[in-house]
DNA sequence: TGCCAGGCCGGGT
DNA sequence: ACCCGGCATGGC
């Protein structure tokens, strides 16, 4: 791939949707407990499940502390999988407690790769959770690989049907600045893209902004 | 009405 | 190192 591939689909993709504003949000904290809940599930449902603990005042570090994990997962019912995700989150919210005394300004102090590959010490916080905490909660340059990613990617052609999390990911990292503000809005992007244009069972492909054949020509492709 | 949504884990090969 | 079943609700 060109240097200039992922940075002219970037302008293509910005100039025609605009800025995403992500993460939609009020807090870190709750951009991290979205992150976990959103794991393969609707967004929709997510916002459900978020409402309702805001609802109660308790989408705050120390108040879904202290909640037991029974009641958390009727709170969260409406995102799916709850008693896995109460599980999850259980996890991560010690982990909070426990290293940060559920501080984010705490949290953020620690070096990037550091802080990753804590994170992914959590049971239930895998490489996409923990890349999505990193950059839309606590400001720090990785790039987030999603279903979405990697469908807009194949369907352009420039990665092949097995590419890993990791290939992906040294894609953006490789052939962009460090700029965790275009990472923030490149996958942002990408996400609408995929869901406006690249549905798995309802593609437009005849309207893509990015072109119905692929972006680029086939030379491009990694 | 079935299929799908901003994954991850644990056990098996 | 992969591959697969399980986990669950709500929207279209």
Not at 58 to 72: A, F, I, N, T
Not at 85 to 113: C, T, W, Y
Not at 134 to 157: E, G, S
Not at 197 to 222: A, E, I, M
Request: positive net charge.
């Amino acid at each position: 791939m060109r240097q200039t591939t992922l940075s002219k689909i970037y302008r293509k993709l910005f100039d025609y949707f605009g800025a995403q504003g992500w993460w939609p949000a009020d807090s870190p904290f709750e951009v991290m407990v979205g992150a976990i809940l959103t794991q393969n599930t609707n967004w929709q449902n997510v916002e459900k499940a978020i409402l309702a603990l805001k609802k109660k005042g308790l989408l705050e570090p120390e108040k879904l502390y202290k909640l037991p994990q029974k009641k958390l997962a009727r709170f969260i019912r409406p995102a799916g999988y709850f008693n896995i995700k109460a599980g999850r989150l259980r996890e991560f919210l010690n982990f909070f407690h426990q290293s940060f005394k559920g501080d984010i300004a705490r949290m953020k102090k620690v070096p990037l790769s550091r802080l990753r590959s804590e994170l992914l010490k959590v049971k239930g916080i895998g490489k996409e959770t923990a890349d999505s905490i990193l950059l839309y909660a606590l400001d720090k340059p990785i790039f987030v690989v999603d279903a979405y990613t990697k469908r807009v990617l194949l369907r352009h052609r420039l990665i092949s049907p097995d590419a890993s999390y990791d290939d992906i990911q040294k894609l953006f990292l490789e052939h962009l600045p460090r700029d965790r503000k275009l990472f923030n809005e490149f996958h942002a992007l990408l996400v609408r893209l995929g869901k406006d244009y690249c549905l798995k069972n309802n593609p437009r492909c005849d309207v893509c902004p990015l072109g119905q054949d692929g972006f680029l020509s086939k030379t491009t492709r990694v």
